[in-house]
T-cell receptor, first 109, second 111 residues
Framework: GQNIDQPTEMTATEGAIVQINCTYQ??????LFWYQQHAGEAPTFLSY??LDGLEEKGRFSSFLSRSKGYSYLLLKELQMKDSASYLC??????????WGAGTKLIIKP | SAVISQKPSRDICQRGTSLTIQCQVD?????MFWYRQQPGQSLTLIAT?????????ESGFVIDKFPISRPNLTFSTLTVSNMSPEDSSIYLC????????FGPGTRLTVL
């Protein structure tokens, strides 16, 4: 079956760095997405990786290892506004998105 | 990126009634999707709305309960029929261009 695993909740301190991991098992693979979702709002796109390696975008970076079925989202210089859920989603061979349950990130002062 | 609007943004409905949610995109898109997100959970795909043909429903969702229209490449509706409290959820439409973008969602509460 197809499956996405990510931690349910993480806590980090303002100004610090946090890494949110995601492992996936899909029928075929056409890329890995990360979305941010603030409480009561729709998800917003953060990143897309289809090749191995690290993609950096300001304070946020996303990494992919296709051979390991593994990705992580790295958030640097954490701000209180980064408190949100982070959703990992993999695109399978039919170009269907398989969604993880999301990681709730709590930022403490 | 695509700009997506949804109406209504929220509603409170009585058991047994139906609600139609509208999704409007600012550009023509091939793929439109309807998702449900129940409190504290991730996104569940309800169906893919196809222009000019019937929607494609995911396992556990049926047309009689969630009829969908897709009259053109910029618009779609999802109806939640014969509602029960279990249908209380956020309903999101999304479109796929290079990536997937979401509308602001419709927060539905069924009493």
């Amino acid at each position: 079956g197809q499956n996405i695993d990510q931690p349910t909740e993480m806590t980090a301190t303002e100004g610090a760095i946090v890494q949110i991991n995601c492992t996936y098992q899909t029928s075929g693979f056409n890329g890995l997405f990360w979305y941010q979702q603030h409480a009561g709002e729709a998800p917003t796109f953060l990143s897309y990786n289809v090749l191995d390696g690290l993609e950096e975008k300001g304070r946020f970076s996303s990494f992919l290892s296709r051979s390991k079925g593994y990705s992580y989202l790295l958030l640097k210089e954490l701000q209180m506004k980064d408190s949100a859920s982070y959703l990992c989603a993999a695109l399978d061979s039919n170009y269907q998105l398989i969604w993880g349950a999301g990681t709730k990130l709590i930022i403490k002062p | 990126s695509a700009v997506i609007s949804q109406k209504p943004s929220r509603d409170i409905c009585q058991r047994g009634t139906s609600l139609t949610i509208q999704c409007q995109v600012d550009s023509q898109v091939t793929m439109m999707f309807w998702y449900r997100q129940q409190p504290g959970q991730s996104l569940t795909l309800i169906a893919t709305a196809n222009q000019g043909s019937e929607a494609t429903y995911e396992s556990g969702f049926v047309i009689d309960k969630f009829p969908i229209s897709r009259p053109n490449l910029t618009f779609s509706t999802l109806t939640v029929s014969n509602m029960s409290p279990e249908d209380s959820s956020i309903y999101l439409c999304s479109v796929e261009t290079y990536t997937q973008y979401f509308g602001p969602g419709t927060r539905l509460t069924v009493l």
